[in-house]
C-alpha cells in the first residue's frame, strides 16, 4: 500500500500539500511533461530517421507507451509533425514535417496511407497493426519495436515514482512507490501503464479524502 510518508501542513487552498505535493501525480499531463518523464532512449532511433526513406513503428496496444515514445521524439526533431488519427472518421489532413508522426496510423485511410508511404519522407508511426508489409511496397526501410513487452516491475516502479517526483511541491518526504507495490500492479494489469495510471489516480484521490476528512 502507498502511504505519505510523514506529516504535511495542511494548506486550504492546496490540499495536495498534505503529501508535499502541488496535485494528484497521476492526473493528465501536458504533452511537454509527457516527453519529459518518458524513460527511454531515442538516440538511436534519431540516427535512422536521418536517412531518407526510413519508417520507425512501434506496435503495441493502448496504454503501453507508444505515444509517450512518440512525443519524446517530437520533442528532439523540431522540424518534424505530429498527427493524430482519430478512431471516427473522417481522417484529419497529415501535417507535413520531417519526420513525419502519426499516432495510431494503423487508422489512416486509404487514400492518406497512400500519401504518406508515397511521400518518400522518413516516418514514425504508433499502431496496433504491423504496417511493415505496406511500407515496404513503397521502397521504405522499417524498424519495429514491440511496446509494452519491457515493462517489468522494476521500470513500471522507475516510472510511476517519477509521475510522483515531478509534482513535489518541497524539499522533504513525499509518498514513494515501493517494487511490491509496482509487482502488484503488473500482476493486475500486465503491461498496460495506463490502467496502473488510472488506478493510483484513483487510489490518491481517496488518500486526500481520507485526509481531509479525518482532519475536520
Partial sequence: MIKPNGKYPAIEWLPWARFNLHRNPFGELTTDERSELAVVQVDYLIEMIREP?????????????????????????????????????????????????????????????????????????????????????????????????????????QLLNRRIEA?????????VLSIADAESLVAKYGNDIRSMENSLYVRFQKFLEVEINGGM
Fill in 53 to 157: 526513406k526510413c519508417a520507425v513503428q512501434f506496435v503495441g496496444e493502448c496504454g503501453r507507451g507508444k505515444t509517450t515514445r512518440m512525443l519524446k521524439l517530437r520533442s528532439h526533431l523540431p522540424e518534424s509533425s505530429y498527427t493524430y488519427i482519430p478512431e471516427q472518421p473522417p481522417c484529419p489532413p497529415i501535417v507535413l514535417g520531417n519526420p513525419i508522426l502519426i499516432d495510431e496510423a494503423q487508422r489512416l485511410s486509404r487514400a492518406a496511407r497512400r500519401s504518406v508511404f508515397d511521400s518518400g519522407v522518413s516516418l514514425v508511426l504508433a499502431t496496433h497493426k504491423d504496417l511493415s508489409r505496406a511500407l515496404r511496397k513503397y521502397g521504405y526501410r522499417v524498424h519495429t519495436e514491440h511496446i509494452g513487452k519491457g515493462n517489468s516491475p522494476e521500470l513500471v516502479c
Fill in 167 to 175: 509534482s513535489r511541491l518541497q524539499g522533504g518526504s513525499i509518498p
